[in-house]
T-cell receptor
Framework: GQQLNQSPQSMFIQEGEDVSMNCTSSSIFNTWLWYKQDPGEGPVLLIALYKAGELTSNGRLTAQFGITRKDSFLNISASIPSDVGIYFCAGQFEGGKLIFGQGTELSVKP | GAGVSQTPSNKVTEKGKYVELRCDPISGHTALYWYRQSLGQGPEFLIYFQGTGAADDSGLPNDRFFAVRPEGSVSTLKIQRTERGDSAVYLC????????????FGEGSRLTVL
């Protein structure tokens, strides 16, 4: 099935460091979203972006919707142990259908 | 409960058997989505419903997979003649048509085909 190109695949960082991950697509989306998934759970929405060029923050998280509408990045500042998990980008089509990236697995060392 | 409910949470079956996975969406959500997630991958779209009808079933991998939502609420994903490659977590999500239209996911049904 179709997936977005998300990088990096995994990151091992020290507590307090900043993290950046990004996502690219060959398709244009009207909405980009970033999700976090913990083991045994479904994905949970972190940030939604609705306009090209939009920069949105949610606490220590900041995400941007690329001008071309084919890419997005997510930054996490001052990481803490509970940030551990798998982060997914997703592009949303009309009707709500989501296409996901392959995920970035984040490990935070205290 | 208030969230998307999926049953069973775990299902182990033998190759060739028939399996049904159930999704109970959030009350009032008219759109319902099924995704499949293999280990180390992002969720892959299978099918979505608007009310009782399948609005887009382009992600169903083959004709062994079928889903229904007869009353526009609960949905059942049906897999016939299961194969080992069908082993995955099957996620369901629902969405309220309006507002931000966020998808809310259930915890998934983990299917293992031996």
């Amino acid at each position: 099935g179709q997936q977005l190109n998300q990088s990096p695949q995994s990151m091992f960082i020290q507590e307090g460091e900043d993290v950046s991950m990004n996502c690219t697509s060959s398709s244009i989306f009207n909405t980009w979203l970033w999700y976090k998934q913990d083991p045994g759970e479904g994905p949970v929405l972190l940030i939604a972006l609705y306009k090209a060029g939009e920069l949105t923050s949610n606490g220590r998280l900041t995400a941007q919707f690329g001008i071309t509408r084919k890419d997005s990045f997510l930054n996490i500042s001052a990481s803490i142990p509970s940030d551990v998990g798998i982060y997914f980008c997703a592009g949303q089509f009309e009707g709500g259908k989501l296409i996901f990236g392959q995920g970035t697995e984040l490990s935070v060392k205290p | 409960g208030a969230g998307v409910s999926q049953t069973p949470s775990n299902k182990v079956t033998e190759k060739g058997k028939y399996v049904e996975l159930r999704c109970d969406p959030i009350s009032g959500h008219t759109a319902l989505y099924w995704y499949r997630q293999s280990l180390g991958q992002g969720p892959e779209f299978l099918i979505y419903f608007q009310g009782t009808g399948a609005a887009d079933d382009s992600g169903l991998p083959n004709d062994r997979f079928f889903a229904v939502r007869p009353e526009g609420s609960v949905s059942t994903l049906k897999i016939q003649r299961t194969e080992r490659g069908d082993s995955a977590v099957y996620l369901c999500a629902s969405r309220f048509e309006g507002g931000t239209g966020e998808l809310f996911f259930g915890e998934g049904s983990r299917l293992t085909v031996l």
